[in-house]
């Protein structure tokens, strides 16, 4: 993957030296390879970035982590947890709109796209940035895990705090080397319904991270997303 990649200016600098490396010159043939045997990938190409491109790296306010997109049609669009309007809300998210309501009182949304928390600095990352349809974890360890602890580095060394919210033992091993005596990390099980009442309900991350931005002088994010969005 040449830098030539369509990617938001800031991220594609602090990533200049992973897109000419040769994992991700690997990693390109791969998925080439793949596409050209037929093999239906998503998200959509355009949408690999697409957690980046809403959330420059200068934006970063919140980091929430994930781990593969979602495998069925029309679901994944570049943003951990998120699925497009029209799509059924997944369990995990349904558990994160449940903890929105506990924990400030935001009434659960009848959608699962999260876009509009991307526009205000919220990193939806996932760990692997594709998938093959049906394939759960296919794109597992092809590269996408180092470059996405690239951009997991560039925060860190953010010159603004940021707060990381880790979601399950996948993430909080992957963000472990974040410097808390800068950044606020959260910790809590995976809202998925096999782990959500061992703590993740409960755990009040979302007023948390904001009364951290406000102690910093930064704006809280607006948890509450519009009821009629519109997918690009």
């Known amino acids: 993957?040449?830098?030539?990649v369509k990617l938001e200016e800031s991220w594609k600098?602090?990533?200049?030296?992973?897109?000419?490396?040769?994992?991700?010159?690997?990693?390109?043939?791969?998925?080439?390879?793949?596409?050209?045997?037929?093999?239906?990938?998503f998200?959509?190409?355009?949408?690999?970035?697409?957690?980046l491109d809403l959330t420059p790296l200068d934006k970063v306010r919140v980091v929430i982590l994930g781990q593969d997109p979602y495998h069925g049609d029309g679901q994944a669009h570049g943003l951990c947890f998120s699925v497009r309007p029209g799509v059924r809300t997944p369990p995990s998210l349904v558990n994160i709109y449940k903890e929105?309501?506990?924990?400030?009182?935001i009434p659960p949304a009848r959608h699962g796209f999260l876009e509009s928390w991307a526009k205000q600095g919220v990193l939806l990352l996932n760990s692997v940035l594709t998938v093959e349809r049906?394939?759960?974890?296919?794109?597992?360890?092809?590269?996408?895990?180092?470059?996405?602890?690239?951009?997991?580095r560039a925060v860190n060394e953010a010159d603004h705090p940021v707060v990381f919210l880790?979601?399950?033992?996948?993430?909080?091993?992957?963000?472990?080397?974040v410097d808390r005596s800068r950044?606020?990390?959260?910790?809590?099980?995976?809202?998925?319904p096999?782990?959500?009442?061992?703590?993740?309900?409960?755990?009040?991350?979302?007023?948390?991270?904001?009364?951290?931005?406000?102690?910093k002088g930064f704006e809280p994010i607006d948890w509450t997303l519009p009821e009629n969005p519109e997918a690009p």
């Not at 929105?100 to 009182?105: C, S, T, V």
């Open 1 to 4: 993957m040449e830098t030539a």
């Open 100 to 105: 929105l309501n506990a924990d400030l009182g």
């Open 43 to 51: 998200p959509r190409g355009p949408e690999y970035f697409r957690a």
């Open 134 to 152: 049906g394939q759960a974890a296919s794109h597992q360890g092809r590269g996408w895990e180092r470059f996405t602890d690239a951009i997991i």
């Open 194 to 215: 096999l782990s959500a009442h061992s703590g993740f309900l409960g755990c009040r991350h979302f007023s948390q991270a904001n009364a951290f931005l406000a102690s």
């Open 13 to 41: 600098a602090a990533l200049e030296p992973e897109f000419s490396s040769a994992y991700m010159g690997e990693l390109k043939q791969f998925l080439v390879g793949a596409r050209s045997e037929g093999r239906q990938i």
């Open 183 to 192: 950044h606020l990390v959260l910790r809590a099980p995976h809202p998925s």
């Open 166 to 177: 880790l979601w399950g033992s996948y993430a909080q091993k992957k963000a472990a080397f």
